[in-house]
């Protein structure tokens, strides 16, 4: 009995340092990748879920880093072209509609979840929770607790692509794990230093 009790610890522990070693590597791999690269540009579809309501927009993301990325509302036709550009320490606002700009203090939790780069800069808060396959490509899935949690956002799952670690998809569950926000990426281009 007490050799099966040990064979049994053995195993388990080898699996979970296999495991561990894993997923090291693949955060390395991913991060080496990322090194190379000074930002992105990418089309992003977001579909906001609010109760039984509904909203999706299409964003021209560019991204430098945390403190400096803009996104351009391209759809609905209602929002088209109005900018949001956030800078070191402001948030510029700028509306075509009304031809003004409006310039806010930054404010650090402002949805910078909605950014994949921010998750690119800071990957090792991460969990890898798996792979899965969407129409013939592999993606590695990971899962995060959100920096400023609330009962809205809590959790986030991200899906990359195996090889060239370019994101798919970007999920935002709430705190009953209920999908509040998704963000399907297309066109996504990183920008080389």
């Known amino acids: 009995m007490k050799r099966i009790l040990l064979l049994m610890l053995i195993i388990s522990i080898s699996l979970t340092s296999c495991s561990w070693s894993r997923d090291e590597k693949i955060f390395s791999k991913i991060e080496k990748a990322y090194d190379e690269y000074k930002g992105y540009k990418c089309r992003a579809n977001i579909r906001i879920i609010s109760g039984e309501v509904e909203s999706t927009y299409l964003i021209e993301e560019t991204y430098s880093s945390s403190?400096?990325?803009?996104?351009?509302?391209?759809?609905p036709k209602e929002s088209k072209g109005i900018i949001i550009l956030n800078t070191d320490d402001?948030?510029?606002i700028e509306h075509p509609s009304i031809e003004q700009s409006i310039s806010l203090v930054a404010v650090k939790s402002l949805n910078k979840q909605l950014v994949i780069g921010d998750f690119f800069e800071d990957i090792y808060r991460a969990s890898l929770i798996g792979s899965e396959e969407i129409d013939n490509s592999e993606y590695l899935v990971f899962e995060l607790d959100l920096e400023d949690q609330n009962r809205y956002r809590d959790t986030a799952k991200i899906w990359i692509k195996n090889k060239s670690f370019v994101p798919y998809k970007l999920n935002i569950y709430d705190?009953?794990?209920k999908l509040i926000v998704e963000i399907i990426y297309e066109s996504f281009k990183f920008i080389k230093k």
């Open 67 to 75: 403190e400096e990325y803009r996104l351009e509302i391209l759809e």
């Open 90 to 92: 402001k948030i510029f």
């Open 175 to 177: 705190d009953s794990d």
